[in-house]
């Protein structure tokens, strides 16, 4: 039996890369592969970690071998691990790479693994040049991009910096695959009764953890503007903020929203996800730079039509006009876009949504994932 180790985020740490690792883990056991999650004891320090908490509520998954072992400031323990991996000798590592900070960690471990001269490392890449730049990035990418054999990313902002670090890496560009482990759709007034939310309402959705880069600022400006302000339209603020929530606070009380916006600002865990998705007419992403969003593959699983700004790999995950609206990168043109959603009937984006989920399998990208390592030579 072929065995494969993904290393990256994993229960109990909580948010998208932890539900990523594991759908990911379940459908390499359905293809038959021996599969481990290697995950973090130790993820973040502290002052690094902009949330409440890095770890979950949520019971462990059921069926999955998760090996909590990783620290990521402690040198020794990558010796450890790197020398762990070696001597396992699994065919395959995928590793997640999101935040260069982790460049030392895994590149350290990796490179250890690697000594076997039988594992093959492909590398899932989310960002290489981070969203909040920090010292040492420029470093700690220079460190860590080497030791993969293949990478694959799923933007072209992100092919571009892997590129940039990188010019002769092989890689793949693919689109993130859909997110379908978070239930079946919810009844929309069952959803927003669960929710406690007015049930005959218009509401749009804003999902995820709040970030500068994501543009709920843009968005409140949009529902201060008077096309939207003299509307029926509420907005959902569903998640935690990872940076102060003051200045938010503020401008929505300077702009006199309050009463358009319905706050659900903590963090959502995995069994309520389908609650929120299903809750909505249409969700929102206002983003000021974007690489890729796993909130669109959310979106298309709960069959839910999207606006987006025409940043990063956004406007090609979400035709416009198919599956929903893409619009310039501005609180503007986001009011004109919500706005002209709600013009149409509400299923005039049903078929493209359906169409364009039915290429966002796990296993299309699995399948993809394994095409690439079979093309690396050991």
């Not at 560009?173 to 007034?189: A, C, M, Q, R, S």
């Amino acid at each position: 039996m072929s065995s494969v180790v993904i290393v990256g985020p994993a229960h109990p740490l909580r948010g998208g890369l932890a539900s990523f690792d594991e759908r990911l883990a379940r459908e390499f056991q359905q293809k038959g592969w021996d599969t481990t999650l290697y995950t973090f004891s130790l993820q973040y320090p502290g002052f690094l970690f902009p949330g409440v908490s890095q770890f979950s509520d949520e019971p462990k998954p059921e069926n999955l071998n998760i090996q909590v072992c990783i620290n990521s400031i402690n040198p020794l323990n990558w010796i450890k691990i790197g020398l762990r991996l070696k001597k396992e000798a699994p065919d395959l590592i995928v590793v997640r790479y999101w935040i260069p900070f982790m460049g030392p960690c895994l590149g350290s471990i990796l490179r250890i693994a690697k000594r076997n001269n039988k594992t093959k490392v492909i590398c899932i890449a989310d960002n290489i040049i981070p969203h909040e730049k920090r010292p040492g990035d420029s470093l700690f990418n220079t460190y860590f991009l080497p030791v993969p054999d293949a990478f694959v990313v799923m933007g072209e902002s992100v092919k571009n910096a892997l590129l940039q670090f990188k010019p002769e890496a092989r890689y793949l560009l693919t689109d993130h695959p859909l997110y379908d482990n978070f239930g079946e759709i919810v009844d929309k007034k069952e959803a927003r009764k669960y929710l406690n939310n007015p049930v005959d309402i218009k509401l749009v959705l804003f999902f995820g953890f709040i970030r500068k880069y994501k543009g709920l600022d843009w968005l409140l400006d949009a529902f201060s503007s008077p096309i939207l302000k003299t509307s029926d339209i509420h907005l959902l603020i569903a998640g935690e903020f990872y940076e102060d929530s003051k200045p938010y606070f503020e401008q929505i009380e300077k702009n006199q929203i309050g009463n358009k916006i319905l706050l659900h600002t903590h963090f959502i865990p995995d069994s309520q996800v389908k609650y929120y998705l299903s809750a909505a007419d249409v969700v929102v992403q206002p983003y000021k730079n974007a690489t890729q969003s796993g909130v669109t593959p959310l979106a298309y699983h709960f069959e839910r039509p999207m606006i987006v700004t025409d940043v990063g790999a956004l406007a090609r995950l979400v035709p416009d006009n198919v599956v929903g609206l893409v619009c310039k990168p501005d609180p503007e043109s986001i009011a004109m876009a919500i706005k002209s959603f709600f013009e149409k009937d509400p299923a005039y984006f049903t078929t493209g949504i359906r169409t364009g989920k039915m290429k966002l399998s796990w296993k299309t990208f699995v399948d993809k994932i394994l095409a690439l390592s079979n093309d690396i030579q050991k």
